[in-house]
């Protein structure tokens, strides 16, 4: 299937500092990609869709000035925590759907990454 | 009421027994549906998608019933290995988008 690289795995930072989070799909070209956030014992919450080349679409509820997204190419999304709290932290997960299967919305996921703010 | 509703469970049963689990979704605009499996502090992967004809793979069985807006997941001669939460999905589009909505997922655990 399709594969979806995301790093870091791991972040342990600082308050106030930000943290940039890498999603790239390996083996398809995303033209959408999705940025969720799962707190411990709760459900995947979407953060924000990009497209690629234009603005993401944030939730309501989403800071767009606090997780800024960047969706420059077809195969690479981040996302940057920026001036990061202590309730930042959570697992971030990215995904992506290919122009080819969205039809399906099959959406591949990458592997999360753990933030911890100190 | 919850977009998209899960018992948590846990759900604890012997391995080789037949587990079924629930979840009901509130919008009736939804248009596909899917059973996630996640393993602890891990990603979702894609178990199955679910369509209103029922569908199979191997010992699991989803169906779909739109009338009432409920989903179902069994498994059949659990393993060691199905222990992990499923994740209930529905798709629908939003505002010009398609969005995935997640249920909180139930969680198996099977045992010797």
């Known amino acids: 299937g399709a594969v979806v690289s995301q790093h870091p795995s791991r972040v342990i930072c600082k308050s106030g500092t930000s943290v940039k989070i890498e999603c790239r799909s390996l083996?398809?070209?995303?033209?959408?990609m999705f940025w969720y956030r799962q707190f411990p014992k709760q459900s995947l919450m979407l953060m924000a869709t990009?497209?690629?080349?234009?603005?993401?679409?944030?939730e309501q509820g989403v800071e767009k000035d606090k997780f800024l997204i960047n969706h420059a190419s077809l195969t690479l999304s981040t996302l940057t925590v920026t001036s990061a709290h202590p309730e930042d932290s959570s697992f971030y997960i990215c995904?992506?759907?290919?122009?080819?299967?969205?039809?399906?919305?099959?959406?591949?996921f990458g592997a999360g990454t753990r933030l911890s703010v100190l | 009421r919850k977009e998209v509703e899960q018992d948590p469970g846990p759900f604890n049963v012997p391995e080789g027994a037949t587990v079924a689990f629930n979840c009901t979704y509130s919008?009736?605009?939804?248009?596909?549906f899917f059973w996630y499996r996640q393993d602890c502090r891990k990603e979702p992967k894609l178990l199955m998608s679910?369509?209103?004809s029922g569908n199979e793979d191997g010992r699991f069985t989803a169906q779909l019933n739109r009338a009432s807006q409920y989903i179902s997941l069994l498994i059949r001669d659990s393993k060691l290995s199905d222990s992990a939460t499923y994740l209930c999905?529905?798709?629908?589009?939003?505002?010009?988008?398609?969005?995935?909505?997640f249920g909180t997922g139930t969680r198996l655990l099977v045992s010797p």
């Open positions: 999905v529905v798709n629908w589009r939003d505002t010009g988008f398609q969005k995935l909505v």
């Open positions: 995904s992506a759907r290919s122009w080819t299967e969205r039809a399906k919305n099959i959406q591949y």
């Open positions: 083996d398809f070209q995303a033209t959408t």
């Open positions: 990009s497209n690629e080349g234009s603005k993401a679409t944030y």
């Open positions: 679910v369509y209103s």
């Open positions: 919008n009736s605009a939804s248009q596909s």
